[in-house]
């Protein structure tokens, strides 16, 4: 997408929000792909647009480092899934791993960058977690997130990269004990309500914030919420419609959840807490969601 759609697209933003007040997150794919990214972003800010990535680092070199903070990058979240064999196994690439390193060595060398790390958690990665963290703390990271893959597109059938129940509960346990660790801050992602665990797991209680607090832009200009929820909830385009009209106006279904009492959370007792947690977990005809943490690990 020409960078000057998405500008002119969002620039309305500015008559009803505060100068800063909204960050735009740029990732993908890979954003890095894009070689006018630090003018993209220095245009953001500008336009009183905070802005920030989320990389793989492999292209994250120290002069492209330096352009994007003088373009005004204020975040950014690199993904490391693992040690040297684990990340390289998920990303296909023995090149990796060293690229995502040497970018995270650059970003905590910053310091005004506000910046984490994120590691997808599956039966590679799993048992070698506490190493891995002591790992990252040697990189003086200061933040971990950590995340699980859902069952959906190129992930549906690699069973190697799904948690079972019991596994679930491992990954919780260690994030419980993790934080008790006052040299990095660890924490699980916003992926899911995760019942007895939550506000053990990370500092807020589940709450899904597609459609209310998130926004985004397609590359093909499709206005959607958080970029992984099903695009059957797309909810206009910014080539045809006007996407502060689509903000204030649309998003019902993220807003107002009760529809989705149907299913496993017809007669959850969870619901309450939940309202059907994420929406990136509903499949195209919104009748069925994919999979639910909670209830897999009910009996574990």
């Known amino acids: 997408m020409p960078f000057e759609d998405f500008l002119k697209a969002i620039l309305p933003l500015k008559k009803q929000y505060n100068r800063d007040s909204i960050t735009v997150g740029i990732t993908g794919g890979e954003p890095l792909l894009r070689k006018d990214l630090s003018k993209c972003g220095l245009e953001l800010r500008k336009n009183g647009f905070r802005w920030g990535i989320v990389t793989n680092g492999y292209d994250y070199t120290h002069e492209t480092h ?23 196994w998920i990303r296909a690439n023995d090149q990796s791993f060293k ?16 910046y984490d790390v994120v590691t997808c958690v599956n039966k590679k990665n799993l048992n070698e977690l506490e ?14 997130r950590l995340f699980t893959i859902w069952p959906i597109g190129r992930a549906a059938n690699n ?4 948690l079972d129940p019991q596994q679930l509960k491992q990954l919780m346990d260690f994030i419980v ?15 899911a309500y995760v019942g007895k665990y939550e506000k053990k797991v990370r500092d807020t209680h ?8 998130i926004a985004s832009v397609l590359k093909d200009g499709s206005i959607a919420a958080c970029p992984n929820i099903n695009r059957n909830f797309i ?9 502060l009209d689509v903000w204030n106006n649309r998003y019902k279904i993220m807003r107002d959840r009760r529809w989705s009492k149907t299913g496993i959370c017809k007669k959850c007792n969870a619901f309450k807490n939940c309202n059907g947690g994420p929406m990136h977990q509903w499949n195209e005809k919104k009748d069925t969601i994919t999979t639910c943490i909670y209830h897999h690990m009910q009996n574990v």
């Open 235 to 243: 909810e206009g385009n910014i080539y045809k419609d006007d996407f």
């Open 99 to 114: 690229r995502a390193v040497n970018a995270i060595s650059l970003v905590t060398s910053s310091k005004r960058l506000f």
């Open 131 to 144: 190493e891995f963290k002591e790992f990252l703390i040697s990189l003086q990271v200061k933040t971990w």
């Open 206 to 213: 589940f709450f899904c914030r597609a459609g209310i607090q």
């Open 177 to 191: 004990m993790a934080r008790k660790d006052n040299r990095i801050k660890t924490s699980f992602s916003c992926e």
């Open 159 to 162: 069973d190697e990269l799904h």
């Open 66 to 88: 330096n352009q994007l903070l003088e373009a005004g990058m204020g975040s950014i979240t690199v993904s490391l899934d693992g040690l040297e064999l684990s990340h390289n």
